[in-house]
């Protein structure tokens, strides 16, 4: 499927540097996303903007580009990251995210 960054941009292969200062420190300089197109063909599970990790209980919100590659494949990602603790963990079924007010692991 195509991809993007979340910017619509092409994909670069510096986009997983990370952030070393500033109000995104620990993030990656940038995400790759299903492309636009990919996103419209629909979503698969609910559009969920939020996720909790479990071991810190922080909460995380995400642009909507993120969100809706979510939506549209669950299993995009291994790993996403956390405001609290300002670094990524793993997703799915053994991962330590779920979406905000659901049980429901982030990564499945
Ligand atoms: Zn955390």
Redesign the pocket.
Known sequence: MKTTLTNGEPVSSDHKTIIEDGPRKGQQKAYVVLSEDERKKGFIRPLRMSYV?E????VTTMGSAIAETYASDPYFYTGTF?V??GSH?PVGEDGEFSWYGTSDKVGT
Do not use: V
């Not at 071991?55 to 922080?58: R, T």
């Open positions: 990790h071991k810190c209980g922080s956390c609290g603790c963990f």
